[in-house]
């Protein structure tokens, strides 16, 4: 049944992880406002706007494919010369990531997240980024100031985000001159920029034979986990029933040693002779304290012997029943029936 239920959950995470693939907007679908789009024309900057930028109500920045880090430009860090044109060399970028990506139909593409208010410490150069990973928190930072593009454009919060060709930079991919806007009367597709959304949910990105999705890889342990718990239990068990069985041999070997020495001499335990045998020790012998430690010691230690005698030499089975068992038999018949008379006696009185 646990099979059957991880089974079919294992289907559906499947199928949605299949859907981690494609290319997403990089911020909450719900409650997002786009100020500047794509190849729009700004007079501010005498250029054409080569990404998006957009603002959102969280702020929180994810990732908008799975890829590889190759990029980390955090905040520049010069003192006393920050702002357009005095010494950072980030072109109001701020803190900003570039990830690349490898296309399902061949290539690669990269996507930039720029203007950040601060990078999540888990996006490092070289790391393999996650559907939906975090990169940061949305922000207004730019030419070393945290507060650029708020205090000083009067721009307001917001992601400036763009998917182009390589090499992986800050510039554009084709002549490494311009940075976030293309000349006025280009288009942005001419420099190695690409509309972001003719990728959200259109392409898909490649998927990496040695990674495996998240929602995988939580599968798959789990299922192992249950593999190695089950034949952990499997084989307790076998051993239980081995020990049990083991356990049940010696105590039949045991009680099958403790045989009356009688019942091996006669080789059978119908005989009648036996009958007189129980009666005695049933109504005579289990009945009082000495008795009983006297049919203890002679089944625990005595008969074992016996017995054990009789295996070794059969002629010995003779011996024990005519020299022994029977004359005590006789024995016994005889007290019996001199009980019997007495007790008649008693009741006639």
Not at 100 to 111: A, N, Q, R, T
Request: with cysteine; charged share 25%.
């Amino acid at each position: 049944m646990v099979f059957i239920i991880l089974s079919f959950w294992g289907e559906s995470i499947s199928a949605i992880a299949q859907d981690d693939f494609f290319f997403r907007k990089p911020w909450n679908p719900e409650g997002f406002r786009l100020t500047q789009g794509y190849n729009i024309y700004n007079p501010s900057y005498n250029g054409v706007h080569a990404g998006i930028d957009v603002v959102t109500r969280d702020r929180q920045i994810i990732t908008t494919a799975p890829g590889k880090v190759v990029l980390v430009v955090p905040l520049c860090s010069k003192q006393h010369t920050h702002g357009k044109g005095q010494g950072c060399t980030d072109a109001g970028f701020g803190n900003t990531v570039i990830i690349e990506h490898e296309l399902e139909d061949g290539g690669k593409i990269y996507s930039l997240y720029a203007h950040l208010e601060e990078i999540d410490r888990q996006i490092k150069k070289d790391s393999p980024i996650l559907a939906d990973q975090i990169i940061g928190k949305m922000g207004a930072s730019g030419y070393g100031q945290l507060n650029y593009w708020t205090e000083i454009v009067k721009a307001g919060v917001h992601l400036h985000f763009e998917i182009k060709n390589g090499p992986p930079r800050l510039t554009d991919p084709k002549t490494g001159q311009y940075y976030g806007y293309v000349p006025k009367g280009k288009h942005p597709d001419d420099f190695g920029y690409h509309n972001p959304y003719n990728f959200f949910e259109k392409k898909r990105v490649k998927r990496p034979p040695s990674i495996k999705s998240v929602w995988e890889k939580i599968l798959e342990s789990i299922s192992n986990f249950l593999k190695k718990k089950i034949e952990e239990l499997g084989k307790a068990f076998e051993k239980k029933i081995e020990e049990e069985t083991e356990k049940k041999s010696r105590e039949l070997e045991r009680e099958a040693r403790k045989c009356c020495a009688a019942q091996s001499a006669y080789g059978s335990s119908l005989t009648s002779d036996l009958d007189i045998l129980r009666e005695l020790r049933d109504k005579i012998l289990s009945k009082n304290n000495f008795g009983s430690k006297l049919m203890n010691f002679y089944y625990n230690n005595l008969s074992p012997l016996i017995v054990d005698f009789n295996s070794k030499y059969p002629t010995s089975k003779v011996i024990t029943k005519e020299i022994f068992i029977r004359p005590m038999i006789k024995v016994l018949i005889i007290a019996k029936n001199i009980r019997r008379e007495y007790n008649n006696c008693q009741k006639i009185k």
